[in-house]
């Protein structure tokens, strides 16, 4: 069984950065694809950044392309997100996600599709 867990979250300043981690374990993730998800509150959780195990390919948001970047540790299952440049539109509750890799990225479109998640940590920028 899948067990994500994230971390990092924090308060920050317009034009800050933070990293998020997300330790993964239960089992081997070389078919998977894992990811972050933010959810602002009173709205719909949204795809942020996702990343392919086996040969670390990326897929962003266009809303974070540029000041975000999603990369993996090289002896561990954990999975970090860099956050440069924030805004105080990225304020929100960002949660880890992890899925078996699909032929694409399609179904990081929605969270729906998206099958093991972690518990979320909470973002604040303040302006």
């Known amino acids: 069984q899948v067990r994500l867990v994230d971390s990092g979250g924090g308060i920050v300043q317009a034009g800050g950065s933070l990293t998020l981690s997300c330790a993964a374990s239960?089992?081997?993730?070389?078919?998977?694809?894992m990811g972050w998800f933010r959810q602002a509150p009173g709205k719909e959780r949204e795809f942020v950044a996702a990343l392919r195990w086996s040969d670390r390919d990326t897929f962003y948001a266009n809303s974070v392309k540029g000041r975000f970047t999603i990369s993996r540790g090289n002896a561990n299952d954990t999975m970090y997100l860099q956050m440069n440049s924030l805004k105080p539109e990225d304020t929100a509750v960002y949660y880890c996600?992890?899925?078996?890799?699909?032929?694409?990225?399609?179904?990081?479109?929605?969270?729906?599709?998206?099958?093991?998640w972690g518990q979320g940590t909470q973002v604040t920028v303040s302006s």
């Open positions: 996600a992890a899925n078996v890799i699909g032929r694409n990225w399609a179904p990081w479109a929605n969270w729906r599709g998206i099958s093991s």
């Open positions: 239960g089992r081997s993730f070389r078919n998977y694809a």
